[in-house]
């Protein structure tokens, strides 16, 4: 088994030895690109909010380019530092305000309870397929205001871009493509039937002024919803996963439904659905624990290795519900923290919440968990149980 197979199966042994070693290394990607791994929890936190780390491609020496993405898909948050990326998370932070995902919380929960209707009371099913993925499908486009008509396959989509096939060559390509063509379409539905959803909004903030150029809005909409679809969905499967595999903690879960904001941080730190933080460039040699970077060079920061840092969570390698998980790294920090990190909490307290209640026989399963393959994130391909 080589290092990215290992990486998959479990990356925490390995960013155990990683950090064990050594704060920083340098690493070589699969695609032979070059890189400085951040590991420990100290360093990728003060990494996460230091200016001199920026999001923009044009501060590679190398020439980092990422997925290839067409300008208007690729003028989007992921690449933009300050004032491009204040002016426009601005824009779009009012819809994911602590107030706002309030208001969501009676929606989600229909939502959830329709999912899990049919599944009855006892027998087997696959929770991402079944419930973890159309829940967070559908509360992503109910908030930005995508018809039912538009509802297609963005797991397939973020999938190929994430997890390539290597015997499907193209197949990353043909998703960009089919993306830019739904966006497209999308955006000229929208103008042409505005109405009260952000995606609307957005629209007449572009069409009455400046604020956006049509690159940034379409971009914009590409990353609210496939980041908002991505990241909820692994992080309700993850969590979901990780307590079938701890019955202890799920007892008491069930017992006390009052821990489960405090179990849901606490499953976030545990098995986030991020193992590296978007990938950063120096803008001027700097130094990260004790080694020096040079300008342009790429910086990756381990998420998951911070999370699992003895030197900041006792015993890390033990799920707690009862731990006190505050300052996890698992949605980020500083301006880059999860533009809906309240909208993924809510949803994921929401979905477990109505699961245990809905599936007091809730077991893992005899099929082994299909974990993509992926070095960047921590995400399933199905959840098999049975209840």
Request: aromatic content about 6%; proline content about 7%; glycine content about 6%.
């Amino acid at each position: 088994m080589d290092a990215a197979d290992d990486l998959v199966k479990d990356p925490y042994r390995v960013y155990d030895r990683l950090r064990s070693a050594s704060p920083v290394h340098p690493i070589t990607g699969p695609d032979g690109s070059r890189a400085w791994l951040v590991t420990r929890y100290d360093d990728v936190r003060q990494a996460l909010i230091d200016p001199r780390l920026s999001l923009d491609k044009r501060n590679s020496v190398d020439g980092y380019t990422g997925f290839a993405l067409p300008p208007a898909l690729d003028a989007n948050l992921l690449n933009m530092d300050p004032p491009d990326h204040t002016r426009i998370r601005r824009l779009v932070g009012r819809a994911f305000t602590p107030s706002r995902v309030q208001q969501l919380r009676a929606p989600i929960q229909k939502a959830a309870d329709q999912l899990l209707d049919p599944l009855g009371e006892h027998g087997r099913a696959d929770l991402i397929a079944s419930y973890a993925a159309p829940l967070a499908i559908t509360v992503i486009c109910d908030l930005l205001g995508v018809p039912d008509r538009h509802r297609v396959d963005f797991g397939g989509w973020t999938h190929a871009l994430l997890a390539p096939d290597p015997a499907r060559p193209t197949a990353a390509r043909d998703a960009v493509a089919a993306m830019l063509a739904f966006f497209t379409e999308l955006l000229a539905d929208k103008r042409r039937r505005p109405a009260d959803d952000l995606l609307s909004d957005l629209i007449r903030v572009r069409d009455a002024g400046d604020a956006l150029s049509e690159d940034e809005l379409m971009s914009l909409a590409f990353l609210v919803l496939v980041a908002g679809f991505e990241n909820t969905v692994h992080l309700i499967g993850n969590a979901v996963l990780t307590l079938v595999q701890h019955p202890e903690q799920l007892a008491l879960l069930r017992e006390d439904p009052t821990r489960l904001p405090d179990a849901v941080e606490e499953l976030a730190r545990f098995e986030g659905p991020a193992l590296l933080a978007i990938r950063r460039f120096a803008t001027e040699d700097l130094v990260l624990g004790g080694v020096t970077v040079p300008a342009g060079q790429t910086v990756l920061l381990s998420l998951a290795a911070a999370n699992r840092d003895p030197a900041r969570f006792e015993d890390p390698d033990r799920l707690d519900i009862g731990r006190d998980a505050t300052g996890h790294l698992a949605l980020g920090l500083g301006i880059h923290y999860c533009l809906g990190a309240a909208l993924a909490r809510t949803e994921a307290e929401i979905a477990l919440q109505t699961l245990l209640a809905r599936l007091p026989g809730l077991q893992a399963a005899d099929v082994e968990p299909r974990w993509r393959p992926s070095l960047r994130s921590r995400s399933l391909t199905a959840l098999h149980v049975s209840y």
